[in-house]
């Protein structure tokens, strides 16, 4: 086996779902003609399914080679994972020898992840009860693999009372690996303060699917220090025994709270 190469429907490389062709291309490296050359190759792989494997490839002379296209085809499957390697077994035999070959390849998927979750409802951006607010949901793909046609849902278990979703459902034509895309939302809430709202996006594409999952917190003040700093508010430090500092190893809720001491 001198080469092998893949066309797997003009795309770069082996995608979920992808229906993929196989070429080949022998050569004799003996001092004689290779008389009724086979060539077949064998899986046992959960993710793919052959659907022809090999042919008949006649004679070849010594020091020649010859081009096999599309002699194997196999089918990729939608829930293959990103980065997936996978080989096919070869047998080469003609009149006098038998080779094993191993062609190696590797498919890639989507993996769709939240990336950034941004409240959009005031000045400060945070949810406090009886708000409006318009969610968006940054999300990135990851995975090896184009996505097209994703559209988000987004759920919660407080849906109905005291939470209402509007525009529930968003999408997007198409992330390509690396990239990023965004879900927009909106919802009205009259949840109390300090309840903390679990959310849930269904992303579907075809027979790709995935859930993703992230808190807001309903607050009662817009001052939560996740600035890091005392910058939100003209706060007046100057008073008290001890400094007062931003701390991120106490915080109650978020990643920050404020201390004396």
């Known amino acids: ?26 050569k004799n490296i003996g001092p004689d003609t290779a008389f009724n050359t086979q060539f077949h190759v064998s899986e046992n792989e959960d993710y793919i399914t052959l659907n022809s494997n090999g042919d008949s490839i006649g004679s070849i002379p010594p020091g020649q080679s010859i081009t096999k296209s599309n002699i194997i085809n196999f089918d990729v499957s939608y829930y293959i994972p990103d980065n997936y390697d996978f080989n096919l077994n070869a047998s080469i035999t003609d009149n006098n020898s038998q080779r094993n070959e191993s062609l190696n390849f590797m498919a890639y998927s989507p993996n769709i992840e939240i990336n950034n979750v941004e409240i959009m409802c005031n000045e400060h951006n945070t949810l406090m009860s009886n708000d409006s607010a318009n969610i968006i949901v940054k999300i990135k793909n990851t995975g090896g693999a184009p996505i097209q046609n994703l559209k988000g849902m987004l759920t919660s278990d407080l849906a109905g009372n005291p939470l209402s979703i509007y525009g529930f459902i968003d999408s997007t034509d198409q992330i390509l690996p690396g990239n990023e895309s965004e879900f927009n939302f909106h919802l009205i809430t009259t949840s109390s303060v300090n309840t903390e709202i679990p959310f849930i996006l269904e992303l579907t594409a075809g027979y790709y699917s995935t859930i993703g999952t992230f808190i807001i917190e309903v607050v009662d003040s817009l001052e939560n220090f996740e600035t890091g700093n005392f910058q939100l508010y003209p706060w007046d430090l100057s008073t008290g025994d001890s400094d007062w500092i931003i701390d991120s190893l106490n915080a109650f809720n978020g990643q920050y709270c404020a201390r004396s001491g």
Do not use: C
């Open 1 to 26: 086996l001198d080469n092998y190469s893949i066309d797997a429907q003009g795309k770069p490389g082996i995608y979920f779902g992808d229906n993929v062709n196989v070429s080949i291309e022998l």
